[in-house]
């Protein structure tokens, strides 16, 4: 038996109550351990490497708890994830508030370190001061008791959220299945104005009144985050969060959303006047936000040619990941990807795959669960159950989730958003698979989040690369070749609809920032503080609502992304800088940069670093200069 499958969970086994049996044991295990770690010198060898291994072995034990608790769900993970709210944060500042732990970090800081250990070093004493270290005992108690309400929060909010996305809504007799994001998919294709009304109202009031109300989730939750900030000595959530970012300031995050929100509403005054011709054309008296993505899309089939319906047939699932996602893959970074059948995950839809790098050297198991179901929770992620890294011998096991709408019989047509998560997700792996760090606290994608999302945007250009396309894009009966004009208009139609696109996705991170640095009131109210904050950031709209509102924005209020969900577009700047260097410098024989030699450079500067260093140095060290916002606005032609 090999190490990976002794690692993999049998995920047969791993209900509820297995779960909570192995959080708990490794609770108890992890604080055993840092608690000897008291009395080690101040070394390398000595404190540095055990405390590592420590983080290391407790991530590979809570990890797969969490992630089906966010893929599986439902009442009994539900009710883990409440019950392992208060343990995990007690312990979470028991540690940031140990003193003997953090003088051990501040000693070793002094030392003549290499430089990985130093930056390694330097980031953990960030961490202490985050957590709390310099405040007195009631200080602690008070950010203790805030943390464990915010934990307890985002529990609560994210169970709500998901439990609106197995909810289907009734409109004009048929039954819609939501998507997590505002504009939903099915308006495209909904010839009913009235019917497209309808169904964008139920979509943006998800969270307004009713079972499913987050409205005082959203108000405690903006206020616990700030009152935590003001006890660290910050005016706001969002000067914490910055405090461990790529972005130097939240007066650079407000600029860069701005200068790009200016120019996206600027761009979509001409695309609601055509598309407002159109509307009037069939006889609508008022063209309305439902009317948006319907008219977009006849406008993209006659501009371009192009129908996602027409593009269907040649996007099947499988075909997209083997043919297109591990293809280019394996063109770039060597890596290939083995069907592993005598290995499963925790639900039969699942399939499961060994990435070997290009000597055959396995560097884990790759699991992906593309369909929605009842208590998942809504988007798409990536998680890892290990990440691998130089100084264990284990490899990485890493998961892609989506929420694709799964096929009773049949093959799988994905529509091309779907095409671009898939290539987006497996961006995110390879960033886990390929790195190579000392140590596992800085390996694979634990680095800032206006970092992590540069491997995973930039995978996403894989999909219109033409050799790739011409690999995955061929009809699921007959096997040929998309057709070159459908290939071409594909190609041309990466910036098509972007300045609705931009206008709704910086209205909801300026949203997001508002929260953040804003007091709020007990009694705020939510639709308001919206209102307000979107006017004054100039992203106002009454065709282009915030991709998601308060109410359901799980990125702002229980994944992770809170104050950060500018991060995309931060992220973005750099993507597009390094895609420009693919297509230039990287090229050979306008291949695009789809080569080794690109992949073997990009890897050594980016990929395999993971937080080893500052991610500022491996930027520059691949592209020699920072990126601005001028990259987005060229990147998605506005």
Not at 133 to 157: F, H, M, P, V
Not at 322 to 349: H, M
């Amino acid at each position: 038996m090999s190490k990976i499958e002794k690692v993999l969970p049998d995920f047969s086994k791993y209900n509820a109550a297995e779960c909570e049996r192995v959080a708990f044991e490794a609770i108890d295990t992890y604080r055993a351990t840092i608690t000897a770690l008291e009395e080690a010198p101040a070394s390398i060898e000595d404190f540095l490497n055990p405390f590592d291994e420590a983080e290391f072995e407790f991530d590979c034990a809570i990890g797969p708890v969490y992630t089906l608790i966010s893929a599986v769900g439902g009442p009994d993970f539900d009710a883990l994830e409440e019950k392992l709210d208060e343990p995990l944060t007690k312990l979470q500042t028991w540690m940031m508030t140990n003193e003997a732990l953090y003088a051990k970090f501040v000693e070793l800081s002094k030392q003549d370190l290499d430089a990985e250990s130093a930056y390694m070093v330097s980031e953990q004493i960030k961490e202490f001061r985050l957590g709390g270290i310099d405040l007195d005992a009631n200080g602690r108690k008070a950010l203790e008791e805030a943390d464990l309400k915010i934990s307890q929060l985002a529990t609560r909010y994210g169970q709500i959220v998901s439990k609106m996305l197995a909810t289907p809504v009734s409109v004009d007799g048929r039954e819609y299945t939501l998507n997590n994001f505002t504009n939903q998919l099915a308006l495209a294709q909904l010839d009913d104005p009235t019917a497209r009304a309808q169904l964008l109202a139920k979509s943006m009031e998800r969270g307004f009144g009713g079972k499913f109300d987050t409205r005082g989730i959203v108000l405690e939750m903006a206020r616990q985050r700030n009152a935590r900030a003001k006890l660290l000595g910050f005016n706001n959530h969002a000067e914490v969060v910055l405090e461990t970012e790529m972005a130097p300031s939240t007066n650079a995050v407000y600029q860069l959303l701005s200068d790009v929100s200016k120019a996206a509403v600027e761009a979509s005054k001409g695309d609601e006047e055509e598309l407002t011709r159109r509307a009037q054309a069939d006889g609508l008296a008022q063209f309305k936000a439902s009317d948006w993505l319907y008219y977009q899309e006849k406008q993209k089939a006659d501009v371009l040619g192009l129908s996602s319906q027409a593009l269907k047939p040649y996007l099947e699932l499988w075909n997209v990941l083997e043919n297109g996602v591990f293809f280019a893959a394996n063109r770039i970074y060597g890596v290939s990807a083995k069907r592993r059948t005598d290995l499963s995950g925790w639900d039969p839809s699942m399939r499961v795959y060994e990435i070997e790098d290009e000597a055959g050297k396995s560097l884990g198991i790759f699991l992906i669960d593309p369909f929605t179901r009842a208590g998942k929770s809504g988007g798409a992620w990536m998680d890892s159950l290990v990440q691998g890294y130089l100084a264990t011998d284990y490899e990485s096991i890493i998961i892609n989730c989506a929420n694709f709408e799964p096929v009773e019989d049949g093959p799988k047509f994905l529509v091309w958003d779907e095409v671009e998560t898939l290539f987006h997700e497996f961006g995110h792996a390879l960033h886990g698979f390929l790195s190579k760090t000392r140590y596992a606290s800085t390996a694979g994608t634990a680095v800032p989040r206006d970092f992590v999302e540069l491997p995973s945007q930039l995978n996403e250009m894989w999909a219109y690369n033409p050799t790739v396309i011409e690999n995955f894009a061929r009809h699921f009966e007959t096997g040929k070749v998309m057709p070159e004009q459908m290939r071409a208009q594909l190609r041309d139609s990466k910036t098509f609809g972007q300045a609705h696109a931009t206008v709704e996705f910086c209205a909801s991170a300026l949203l997001d920032q508002a929260w953040y640095s804003s007091e709020i009131s007990e009694d705020e109210d939510v639709a308001q503080f919206e209102a307000e904050a979107l006017e004054k950031a100039g992203v106002a709209s009454d065709l282009i609502p915030p991709r998601y509102r308060s109410t359901y924005f799980p990125h702002a209020f229980t994944v992770g992304y809170d104050a950060g969900y500018y991060s995309y577009m931060w992220a973005e700047a750099l993507v597009a800088e390094c895609e420009n260097w693919f297509r230039t410098v990287a090229a050979i024989d306008g291949d695009g940069g789809l080569n080794r030699r690109a992949g073997r450079r990009i890897t050594d500067a980016i990929l395999s670093r993971g937080s080893s260093r500052d991610p500022r140095e491996s930027f520059r060290e691949l592209i020699g200069h920072d990126a601005s916002a001028k990259a987005i606005l060229s990147r998605r032609g506005l």
